[in-house]
């Protein structure tokens, strides 16, 4: 039960999955295992790790959102979290988190604001859980998707992202992150600010501690991580005027973005086509057919529809 609620948690699931997780989830509210679960996997993200010795969560409980599964954006789920804090301090002071779900469904954006003023504008498909008001030393967040954050200034408290691979730390800065289980690229563009990035790459862990003007990229297939240099004041956010930046980035995550941000399908029919890069930036709030019109230009790429799927193939 613990691995699967961190894989939901990290968005490594199958939608069918993620169903059965939620439905589980609502059904079994008094669960001892579920409850078991929910303790350690929070334990071990939220408590730093010189913390952790002698400490433990005392209680889990799970409380409905009230809406439906079907709802677009839905706070699916509220988890309140009873745990030990203030170690330091030697006095045992019990919090109470109440951890909420939103889901941003294809096609559409969402703004949220948490407990400190943090200000996040999530994309399309995205997912975040955070907790309804920030209790301990840190500030963190589950996130999968593309997300523009301006993160209030708290030094005493550093900002967390956890998403699969890649965990961002910062204290307070404006930077555009995205990270979707679903596609081979984790991509942090960062504006203003610092913000230290820990990446686990196969079999090591490797930190960078980023610059404004970088755009860092992690590739998961390959283990490659680069980091690059850009200019933020020529940078439109997707929430701005739903512009669209791909920078180097291969067709099929490119594909990707385009279904969530136009909420249709679009299937690659070939891997070189899935492989290939592309550089293209659209500020104009181009439809699909505009979109695909330029970048098969160059006589590289086939578009073809049938019915509401569209067909991409190399020429």
């Given at each position: ?128 859980t955070y907790p309804a008001e920030f209790t301990g030393e840190s500030r963190t967040v589950f996130m999968d998707g593309e997300a523009f954050l301006d993160v209030a200034k708290d030094p005493a408290h550093p900002f967390t992202i956890k998403s699969q691979n890649v965990d961002i730390t910062v204290l307070g800065t404006s930077f555009n992150f995205r990270n979707f289980a679903q596609e081979r690229t984790a991509e942090l563009l960062l504006m203003e600010g610092s913000v230290e990035a820990c990446v686990s790459i196969p079999n090591d862990t490797r930190t960078v501690r980023l610059k404004p003007g970088d755009k860092m990229r992690y ?97």
């Amino acid at each position: 039960m613990k691995d699967l609620l961190h894989k939901y948690f990290f968005d490594r699931l199958s939608l069918r999955e993620e169903k059965e997780v939620q439905e589980y989830i609502c059904t079994n509210k008094e669960s001892e295992e579920l409850n078991a679960a929910l303790r350690d996997l929070f334990d071990e993200c939220l408590v730093p790790e010189r913390k952790r010795v002698g400490h433990s969560v005392p209680w889990v409980r799970i409380a409905l959102g009230g809406l439906p599964f079907a709802a677009a954006v839905a706070l699916l789920i509220l988890i309140p979290v009873s745990y030990k804090a203030g170690m330091d301090a030697g006095v045992n002071q019990v919090a109470s988190i109440e951890w909420i779900e939103v889901n941003v469904p294809f096609g559409e954006k969402q703004t949220i604001t948490l407990s400190d003023g943090t200000i996040l504008h999530l994309n399309s498909g995205s997912r975040l859980t955070y907790p309804a008001e920030f209790t301990g030393e840190s500030r963190t967040v589950f996130m999968d998707g593309e997300a523009f954050l301006d993160v209030a200034k708290d030094p005493a408290h550093p900002f967390t992202i956890k998403s699969q691979n890649v965990d961002i730390t910062v204290l307070g800065t404006s930077f555009n992150f995205r990270n979707f289980a679903q596609e081979r690229t984790a991509e942090l563009l960062l504006m203003e600010g610092s913000v230290e990035a820990c990446v686990s790459i196969p079999n090591d862990t490797r930190t960078v501690r980023l610059k404004p003007g970088d755009k860092m990229r992690y590739n998961r297939e390959d283990g490659k991580m680069d980091i690059e240099r850009f200019a933020p004041s020529g940078y439109k956010a997707f929430y701005e005027d739903n512009s669209l930046h791909f920078f180097d980035m291969e067709m099929a995550d490119i594909a990707k973005e385009l279904s969530r941000r136009f909420n249709c399908e679009i299937v690659i029919m070939d891997e070189e086509l899935a492989s290939r890069r592309y550089f293209s930036i659209f500020t104009n709030n181009e439809t699909l057919d505009q979109i695909l019109s330029v970048m098969s230009s160059d006589g590289k790429m086939r578009v073809r529809r049938s019915g509401k799927t569209i067909y991409l193939q190399s020429k």
